[in-house]
Nanobody, 122 residues
Framework: QVQLVEAGGGLVQAGGSLRLSCAASGRTFSSYTMCWFRQAPGKEREFVQA???????YYADSVKGRFTISRENAKNTVYLQMNSLKPGDTAVYYCAATRVAVATTPTRYDSWGQGTQVTVSS
């Protein structure tokens, strides 16, 4: 497992942008699949975007064309650039890691950050 720490959340108006970051501990970060999930109040945790150790990316339809995941292995960090934010994007955003292939279900990930709140006002 790796330890993950998210940063970059906050309050933004609809149409605005935020960039989340997730810093990981350990020397094997480059071999991990990294993923962003989010959870709104009263809802289940949902998949947002993932990036494999090869750099292949996967995204939920709800964020297509608006969010971009990237990783910088030299800094053990994964990012989520969020543009054209909507009130429906309001949630706690979690970074997660796994040593297996990309998956969209939270149970496939064994390392989680503490989460960072993103609030989009209308």
């Amino acid at each position: 497992q790796v330890q993950l720490v998210e940063a970059g959340g906050g309050l933004v108006q609809a149409g605005g942008s935020l960039r989340l970051s997730c810093a990981a501990s350990g020397r094997t970060f480059s071999s991990y699949t990294m993923c962003w999930f989010r959870q709104a109040p009263g809802k289940e945790r949902e998949f947002v975007q993932a990036i494999s150790w090869t750099g292949s990316t996967y995204y939920a339809d709800s964020v297509k064309g608006r969010f971009t995941i990237s990783r910088e292995n030299a800094k053990n960090t994964v990012y989520l650039q969020m543009n054209s934010l909507k009130p429906g994007d309001t949630a706690v955003y979690y970074c997660a890691a796994t040593r297996v292939a990309v998956a969209t279900t939270p149970t496939r990930y064994d390392s989680w950050g503490q989460g960072t709140q993103v609030t989009v006002s209308s």
